[in-house]
Nanobody
Framework: QVQLQESGGGLVQAGGSLRLSCAAS????????MGWFRQVPGKAREGLGI????????YYGDSVKGRFTISQENTKNTLYLDMNNVKPEDTAMYYC??????????????????RGQGTQVTVSS
């Protein structure tokens, strides 16, 4: 079992920056990759990016590539999402997720085996 808890959401102006954190606990050593996804009410969940827990390779979706960065701090079992140059369309509930078994792709992040409760990000224009 892996437990995930996001934090760091809030209100930010367009063009600004925000850092989301995800604290992981439990059997975290079992995870092959972790990622972030977001959801807007009435819309499909969108995978944003992944990071391989061994090696740290990252991959991103087109909508956030070049603006968002995923990183991890293994000693603290923490995953980060640095959001830069945010846009009003980035407004959503943001979730971190962990994959223990199964494919590690950006598109499948919303389907990973474990996810947190989410943190709301609102971008004002």
């Amino acid at each position: 079992q892996v437990q995930l808890q996001e934090s760091g959401g809030g209100l930010v102006q367009a063009g600004g920056s925000l850092r989301l954190s995800c604290a992981a606990s439990g059997d975290t050593y079992d995870s092959t990759c972790m990622g972030w996804f977001r959801q807007v009410p009435g819309k499909a969940r969108e995978g944003l990016g992944i990071i391989y827990t061994n090696g740290g390779d990252t991959y991103y979706g087109d909508s956030v590539k070049g603006r968002f960065t995923i990183s991890q701090e293994n000693t603290k079992n923490t995953l980060y999402l640095d959001m830069n140059n945010v846009k009003p369309e980035d407004t959503a509930m943001y979730y971190c997720a962990a994959q223990v078994a199964g494919p590690c792709t950006v598109e499948r992040v919303p389907l990973f085996g474990y996810r947190g409760q989410g943190t709301q990000v609102t971008v004002s224009s």
